[in-house]
């Protein structure tokens, strides 16, 4: 697995990973997640190169499941893909680990800026 996509909506995800495709990240192995507590059932079997997650979700939202992820996992790279975009957020998110924020709608672009420091050569 090299991305684990968790956002609730079925629509969104599929939007984000075209959006990884037109960045230029072909060929990864996207797996998705509803929210954090399915996200992090999946983490249980194996781990990804990098999270991709919504903020806002039922069961376990984005910044709950973040701090999930690094007390039991650690530095695996984070980011965050929302429609919150308030300074507040922003900055909770970094403060919690988090190593970048997309705010929705975002371009392949701004997928390519956060997604290329991390997933280079893939």
């Known amino acids: 697995m090299d991305i684990l996509l968790v956002d609730d909506s079925k629509?969104?995800?599929?939007?984000v990973q075209r959006?990884?495709?037109?960045a230029g990240f072909r060929g990864l192995a996207i797996v998705e997640a509803e929210n954090g507590r399915d996200a992090l059932n999946k983490l249980a079997a194996e781990k990804p190169r990098l999270i991709l997650s919504d903020w806002n979700m039922p069961e376990m939202n984005g910044i709950d499941f973040l701090i999930q992820?690094?007390?039991a996992v650690g530095a695996l790279p984070f980011g965050f893909i929302t429609s919150e975009n308030t300074p507040e957020i922003r900055e909770r998110a970094m403060a919690s680990g988090a190593n970048f924020l997309i705010t929705k709608p975002f371009s392949p672009e701004d997928v390519?800026?956060?997604l290329s420091p991390i997933?280079?050569?893939?």
Not at 11 to 15: A, G, L
């Open 112 to 114: 390519q800026d956060a």
């Open 69 to 71: 992820v690094r007390s």
């Open 119 to 122: 997933l280079e050569g893939a």
């Open 11 to 15: 629509t969104m995800r599929m939007i």
């Open 19 to 22: 959006a990884i495709r037109q």
